[in-house]
């Protein structure tokens, strides 16, 4: 006696197979199974096979900008400058990465980016911090050419410290020529995700935690801050404990490794292949209730600042009675960095 894995398929691209797993598997071993199954399937063509169309962008433009609050690793709360840039896909393909929905297909011209910066500038206030998000990594050359290294730093000498997005495998001493030409501090944010064995290879992110730890200490030892973002309820991984559990083990393993923050972020579909992954139920998105524990668990850690990503929140809401104040407590906790009494609602 067997049970069937579900199934399912656009055309030629098929994403799971009818796997037969013997009756007696238990639930966890199913579970196992499938996921190496899906490893083995994952691909650049199928996650592709699955987008919508991409936004219409102007490459002369960042495709938003902000002007928030975040506690520093001083412990001070300081305006923060984002401005995304709009740049040249990444080359990596993550199963859960939305942010190819702001990019150009082709390499990121020379000028676009400090053009970007200027025009962002004129629409923000000032700001002692600056992140630079580029919807992928700010050491690929093709995103954010490097003969525009100069001009960028010279728009961010008003800022004290600056902070830019980069993926691990490209950490290498090429990082010495920006740095060196900014007259701040420097941090860099990298996707750590999830440190669970079968789950990390399956997000197509071409990365493990050793990539992770390696380039974590070779931009310590340079003095350069390293922030970590962290998936909870990555595709693959159903279980709410677990992904609770996991989250927690990835953001301890992340500051093991150095970092001084890490982001909560909580996995939504939008980018075509994890709506099918949700159909098929190999996605599930976490309940507010989970990512109210993870956050208050990660912070008891007491081991560095803890960011929770509150952008979209209310789809990952079932009760409109409650939440808005639960939303904002997530958002006072951000700036307070400690964990406020829970909000009270009969649903
Ligand atoms: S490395 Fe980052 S930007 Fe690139 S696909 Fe993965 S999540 Fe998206
Ligand atoms: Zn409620």
Request: aromatic share 10%; charged share 25%; net charge neutral.
């Amino acid at each position: 006696m067997y049970v069937k894995c579900r199934r399912f398929n656009r055309g030629e691209h098929e994403i799971a197979e009818n796997v037969i797993f013997p009756e007696t598997s238990s639930d966890s071993a199913i579970s196992t199974i499938r996921i190496f199954f899906l490893i083995k399937n994952i691909s650049n063509t199928i996650i592709e096979s699955y987008r919508p169309a991409k936004e219409k962008i102007d490459v002369m433009r960042p495709y938003a900008w902000l002007h928030e609050e975040e506690v520093q690793k001083d412990g001070i709360l300081k305006k923060v400058n984002t401005i995304f840039l709009t740049n040249r896909e990444c080359p990596f393909k993550c199963t859960m990465c939305d942010l190819w929905r702001h990019t150009l297909d082709k390499p990121t011209p020379r000028g676009a980016i400090p053009a970007q910066i200027e025009f962002a500038h004129q629409q923000l206030p000032y700001a002692p911090v600056v992140k630079l998000y580029n919807s992928g990594n700010f050491f690929d050359g093709k995103a954010i050419p490097k003969s525009d290294y100069n001009s960028i730093a010279y728009l961010l000498r008003g800022y004290n410290h600056v902070i830019v997005e980069n993926h691990p495998k490209l950490t290498g001493p090429f990082i010495d020529e920006f740095r060196l030409s900014l007259n701040s501090t420097f941090e860099i944010a990298m996707g750590l995700e999830t440190i669970h064995p079968e789950v990390l290879p399956a997000l197509n992110k071409q990365v493990t935690k050793e990539d992770f730890l390696n380039a974590s200490e070779f931009l310590i030892k340079k003095g350069i801050d390293v922030r970590a973002f962290i998936l909870l309820n990555p595709p693959f991984l159903l279980d709410e404990n677990e992904n609770i559990e996991w989250c927690i083990k990835s953001a301890e393993y992340a500051f093991d490794c150095g970092v001084t923050a890490c982001t909560i972020i909580p996995v939504r579909e939008g980018n075509g292949i994890m709506e099918k992954l949700r159909e098929s139920g190999q996605f599930i998105p976490p309940r507010f209730k989970a990512i109210e524990s993870t956050f208050d668990r990660i912070l008891q850690l007491n081991k560095g600042r803890v960011f929770c990503d509150t952008w979209d929140l209310e789809k990952f809401s079932t009760c409109v009675n409650c939440f808005d104040e639960r939303k904002n407590r997530l958002i006072k906790m951000n700036v307070e960095q400690r964990i406020l009494p829970r909000i009270v609602c009969t649903c």
